[in-house]
């Protein structure tokens, strides 16, 4: 037998777009297809990962990859492209959808199980259920665009954009929402970052759908085009590199006077938080001694720093913490639950703070969560049976408004909000309606100890700091166990402590004024310009594909 050169025999291998367009359109036998959907299962994990690097080689730990993203949804679009069939398309986003979102929060198995005491077996059905019922909205986007895409005459990117943004902003709304790990959180350091003050963390989504969209198909199309998506690619790596000063609120945001903070970080375990003779005690114990000892002009303590109600706690304890900043240059934000039988219980916030000169004691400021938890902090209806197997020691607490008012101390505005609510943008531009009132500090308090030393505390960081780029508004966040950490205008991190560690972070924060775009729509519409934008998107595409 004749040996080969060895460059006949590179060259007879299979380029990667061929591959691309082999996957589609290889006759539909049993081996393809298990390998078709190996490609969109690891897309999916590879989604999950590059919102934050959960490993300590390669990249930096905890950080977001952008890049990965953007690769994760070339590999699913690439598959999806030459589909035309609705169902196979829909089983696609089904795939790619549920192990993205099970890559995502598989921490969910440690609240429900270490925690709550649900079975393990129980526990792995009840998060994969969790993720593939939201990943129907994928299904969905995903086989519809196997119907629209022949023929098109609009840009098949631009319609596969729509439609997967409509999917993600299904994920956040419908149900009260879950939108944990949605693609554009992973480009809080990346290319198109200097673009959430105009489109928020949904434009930065669906501006990656679109570019990643754009450049499997160039690659599966073997056309010229692929150089121009390589010179795209190219362009975002520059802007990725940017000064993250370099571009500002249109000239508009202000910075206001230094202000000194100290985050308290109690690190209480959560299997003891709300026992009485262990957590409880010591929350008690390091809350009551930082917060006497504190010499910022602010102090944060986190969600449930102090685990009882106010009338639960010993009289001495209430009346020494409300006396210690009842004068003086000192405020203090506290989260603790309020509430009784009658009026209903809330998840709170509470605001200490020295009367102004010549008034009577002033009133405790009071913030109540608004987006509760599904089965921690409220039972969706016809779930009882599913908190009962639980042992959480949480139940229906009451909703507080949208867009509630700010503490006001020393010039600034404080909005804060509780563990994921942060996670909800739109909700918290409603503050943004009047600029008079608008915040000029965010303050997030969590206990993110239900999910243990998990990539959950790093996720939850990324997802604050695109809070702190959309509305140019430094956050502050004091947390049970992390991140504590102080996140300037511009989503960077400029104070931390290190997660599951016992102490208290002292610096400073620069509040800021003025309204990026991003705040002045989402404020006035919510989200339906970008349903709006979505939706003419697939009515477009349906006219020309009609013609």
């Known amino acids: 037998m004749a040996r080969q050169p060895i460059h006949s025999m590179i060259s007879a291998l299979p380029t990667l777009p061929a591959l691309l367009e082999h996957a589609n359109t290889a006759p ?71 192990a993205m979102l099970c890559s995502t929060f598989w921490w969910l198995y440690i609240s429900m199980h270490n925690y709550g005491g649900l079975a393990a077996p129980l526990t792995l059905l009840a998060v994969f259920l969790l993720a593939a019922a939201l990943a129907l909205y994928y299904a969905i986007a995903a086989g519809l665009f196997a119907l629209l895409a022949p023929r098109l005459r609009v840009p098949r990117a631009l319609v596969f954009a729509a439609l997967w943004l409509m999917a993600e902003l299904a994920r956040v709304q419908i149900f009260t929402g879950f939108p944990w790990g949605e693609g554009g959180y992973a480009h809080v350091d990346g290319w198109a970052r200097q673009l959430a003050e105009w489109v928020g963390v949904h434009g930065l989504t669906f501006l990656a759908a679109f570019a990643a969209a754009w450049l499997a198909m160039a ?34 945001g202000r910075s206001t006077p230094a202000m000194g903070v100290t985050l308290l970080q109690g690190n209480i375990p959560q ?100 987006h509760l938890v599904p089965f921690g902090e409220f039972v969706p209806p016809g779930f009882r049976w599913f908190i009962d197997m639980m042992n959480i020691p949480l139940g229906d607490f009451s909703r507080g408004a949208v867009g509630q008012v700010s503490f ?72 049970n166990t992390g991140a504590t950490v102080i996140i300037n205008h511009r989503g960077q991190v400029t104070h931390s402590l290190p997660p599951h560690t016992r102490g208290a972070l002292v610096g400073e924060v620069v509040g800021r004024t003025g309204i990026t775009p991003y705040a002045q729509w989402v404020s006035r519409y919510g989200l339906w310009p970008l349903w709006g934008l979505c939706l003419a998107l697939v009515a477009l595409a349906l006219v020309f594909r009609r013609r």
């Open 28 to 98: 539909p036998s049993r081996g393809f297809h298990w390998l078709q959907g190996f490609l969109v299962v690891f897309a999916g994990c590879a989604h999950a990962v590059s919102m934050a690097w959960p490993w300590s080689f390669g990249l930096p730990a905890g950080q977001p990859v952008w890049w990965l993203q953007l690769l994760a949804m070339m590999m699913f679009t690439a598959q999806l492209d030459g589909c035309r069939s609705f169902k196979r398309a829909a089983w696609l986003g089904e795939l790619f959808g549920t």
């Open 219 to 252: 690659l599966r199309a073997q056309r010229t085009a692929w150089v121009m998506a390589t010179a795209i690619v190219a362009a975002s790596v520059v802007l990725a590199r940017w000064p993250a000063d370099g571009v500002g609120v249109a000239g508009q």
């Open 271 to 370: 299997d003891q938080k709300f026992e009485s003779g262990t957590g409880i005690a010591t929350a008690l114990r390091w809350y009551g001694e930082q917060l006497q000892a504190a010499r910022t002009p602010l102090v944060v303590a986190p969600e449930t720093a102090i685990p009882l109600l106010p009338q639960q706690l010993p009289a001495p304890y209430w009346t020494a913490l409300t006396d210690r900043f009842a004068s003086g240059q000192q405020a203090a934000l506290i989260g603790l639950p309020l509430g009784n039988t009658t009026s209903g219980y809330a998840n709170s916030v509470i605001g200490l703070k020295p009367a102004a000169p010549g008034a009577a004691r002033s009133e405790p400021y009071r913030y109540d969560k608004h």
């Open 408 to 479: 006001e101390w020393q010039g600034q505005r404080l909005a804060p909000n509780i563990c994921y609510e942060d996670l909800f943008g739109e909700e918290l531009g409603a503050r943004f309606a009047d600029p008079a009132r608008a915040p000029t500090v965010f303050v997030n308090v969590s206990n993110i100890a239900w999910f243990g030393n998990t990539v959950a505390i790093d996720q939850h960081l990324h997802i604050s700091r695109m809070r702190a780029l959309e509305f140019d508004r430094p956050m502050i966040r004091a947390t």
